[in-house]
């Protein structure tokens, strides 16, 4: 029961450049969410998703842009990655009714030089 | 709008003793609910208990206990008989509905760091 992947676990990006994290549940959830994790901080949404073909923007979505093609894949791609930008990224799924617990995956700490 | 505020940085405890993670909460929605996770040092998040704002009982799970007091818009989190695996961060959260569809957003607290001592 492999719950929600996560990849890469690290990465380092230089200015400018690009990159996609994945993010992968086996649950069946339709609800999807990209989170990030500053120093220190709690969790802020990016962007979610409540089904395959719909996102929406979170709090915190400039910079990111996401797809959602299928129910189990949910990845965030960074265009011209900032500093700004250097977090830890949380992939979260959830069921659509009960307690809306979120099942999260292992993150992806990711930095911007 | 939503808030979440823990005003504990860090806590220490000793093995076998209970401790209490303070979480107070603002909200002008009826209906809310409030969560608690623990991200240990290897990073994931761990869901451990969670109370609906219409619930009479206080929400229970193993050694967490969540001590609700809706007057006070305070939601603490008791661990009973702490472990030397419990040292962790501990975030309280609770749902927006202004984000995340009907499921809503979780807002974090900014977390509290526990260490309990052998």
């Known amino acids: 029961n492999a719950g929600v992947t996560q990849t890469p676990k690290f990465r380092i990006l230089k200015i400018g450049q690009s990159m996609t994290l994945q993010c992968a549940q086996d649950m069946n959830h339709n609800y999807m969410y990209w989170y990030r994790q500053d120093p220190g901080m709690g969790l802020k949404l990016i962007y979610y998703?409540?089904?395959?073909?719909?996102?929406d923007k979170g709090e915190v979505p400039n910079g990111y842009n996401v797809s959602r093609s299928t129910t189990e894949d949910f990845p965030l791609r960074l265009e011209l990655a900032a500093p700004s930008q250097t977090s830890v990224y949380f992939c979260?799924?959830?069921?659509?009714?009960?307690?809306?617990?979120?099942?999260f995956g292992s993150g992806t700490q990711l930095s911007v030089l | 709008a939503q808030k979440i505020t823990q005003t504990q940085p860090g806590m220490f405890v000793q093995e076998k003793e209970a401790v209490t993670l303070d979480c107070t909460y603002d909200t002008s929605d009826q209906s809310y609910g409030l969560f608690w996770y623990k991200q240990p040092s290897s990073g994931e998040m761990i869901f451990l208990i969670y109370?609906?704002?219409?619930?009479?009982q206080n929400a229970t799970e193993g050694r967490y206990s969540l001590n609700f007091q809706k007057a006070r818009k305070s939601a603490n989190l008791v661990i009973s008989a702490s472990q030397l695996g419990d040292s962790a961060m501990y975030f309280c959260?609770?749902?927006?509905?202004?984000?995340?569809?009907?499921?809503?957003?979780?807002?974090f607290g900014k977390g509290t760091k526990l260490s309990v001592k052998p």
């Open positions: 109370q609906g704002s219409y619930d009479e």
């Open positions: 998703s409540v089904g395959a073909g719909i996102t």
């Open positions: 979260a799924s959830s069921y659509e009714t009960g307690p809306e617990k979120l099942f």
């Open positions: 959260a609770m749902r927006d509905p202004h984000y995340g569809g009907s499921q809503g957003n979780l807002i």
